[in-house]
């Protein structure tokens, strides 16, 4: 297998993670906030399709990206893995709402320290990359825009159901770009002899 080929595939990922995340936008509006399937669908689902996506991203444009690349990619990866726990645990509380005995139990880890690094590591991460994604030229710039966008939004009154759909939008975008433009690919490396 060539190294563009599985380049390319971790863009098709970050699509199909792009369009999970965005989705739960429209699963709150009918199920409402931080329902389970909004949370299973849009929240997990999502989270690991795009953490996984995310490396084909980074490495379509690696060699222009430079350092600011790669450390934002790390700190980017990192945020959404803490993104993906803080789900699962709110997916937990769901579960003991329904089943109060299950808090009966010792509850493992601090969640404030967790949502204090998420939020950081997301919001310096998604900087970083999103100027080196711009900077790179290699994919459209609207997608770094948008990255920078996303961490302005959270400083922004009433974008919080936009926010889903930004993060899902230059996901599904930049995804996209890596798919089609890797297709044809001349710098074809095996990855087995």
Not at 68 to 83: A, K, P
Not at 124 to 133: N, P, Q
Not at 162 to 167: D, E, M, Q, T
Request: with cysteine.
């Amino acid at each position: 297998m060539h190294v563009s080929n599985v380049i390319r595939w971790l863009g098709m990922l970050a699509v199909i993670g792009g369009v999970f995340r965005l989705s739960m936008t429209p699963l709150e509006l009918v199920w409402g906030v931080d329902s389970t399937i909004a949370l299973i669908i849009g929240g997990v689902t999502g989270s690991v399709f795009i953490i996984i996506g995310t490396a084909g991203i980074y490495l379509y444009q690696a060699g222009k990206a430079g350092i600011l690349g790669f450390i934002g990619f790390l700190i980017t990866t990192v945020g959404n893995i803490l993104v993906c726990t803080m789900v699962m645990i709110s997916l937990f509380v769901n579960t003991a709402l329904k089943d109060p005995q299950i808090l009966e139990q010792e509850l493992p880890g601090p969640v404030v320290p967790i949502r204090l690094i998420m939020i950081i590591t997301l919001n310096l991460g998604y900087i970083l990359f999103g100027i080196a994604t711009l900077r790179a030229k290699m994919l459209p710039r609207w997608g770094g825009a948008l990255m920078i966008l996303l961490v302005l939004m959270t400083f922004i009154p009433y974008t919080d159901y936009l926010f889903a759909v930004v993060w899902g939008l230059f996901h599904i975008g930049l995804g996209w770009a890596v798919w089609s433009r890797s297709k044809g690919s001349e710098n074809k490396v095996k990855l087995t002899q």
